[in-house]
């Protein structure tokens, strides 16, 4: 009767102990799967996308490298011709919004229209900006 309760002691010993080893070896996968999502070159882009009544401009559409947090306005004007008034963008690359037609200058940030200026707008890895001069 001994025999077996060493045994089965013995045993729960070496299964406790290897299932130490196994919870390590999934804890060190995680860390070194999630490096290697950091380090993705594509993880750190935007691309914006110009187009009057809705027909996209020559060089309009870029794919451009950011920081995390990077201000809308100021990739705008680091990759574009941009004039503006008081945070409004009122010329992209020679197209200019005209007041009397009813046409500016809106955006989109990943389908949803901004809510905010694009002074204050701020940016993430993967966004998709479309500007349109438009009618409202």
């Given at each position: 009767m001994m025999k077996?309760?060493?045994?089965?002691?013995?045993?729960?010993?070496?299964?406790a102990a290897c299932g130490t080893t196994a919870t390590d070896d999934v804890d060190t996968s995680s860390v070194s799967e999630s490096a290697v999502v950091q380090e993705d070159p594509e993880a750190s882009t935007v691309t914006i996308s110009i187009a009057v009544d809705g027909e996209e401009i020559e060089d309009g559409s870029k794919t451009i490298e950011?920081?995390?947090?990077?201000?809308?306005?100021?990739?705008l004007k680091e990759n574009y011709e941009i004039v503006e008034e008081n945070g409004f963008i009122t010329s992209i690359n020679g197209h200019q919004q005209d007041e009397d037609a009813g046409k500016y200058w809106l955006f989109d940030v990943n389908g949803e229209m901004g809510l905010v200026g694009a002074q204050e707008q701020e940016l993430d890895a993967g966004d998709l900006v479309e500007f349109n001069l438009s009618g409202i």
């Open positions: 077996k309760w060493l045994l089965l002691f013995f045993a729960s010993i070496t299964l950011i920081e995390s947090g990077a201000i809308l306005l100021d990739v």
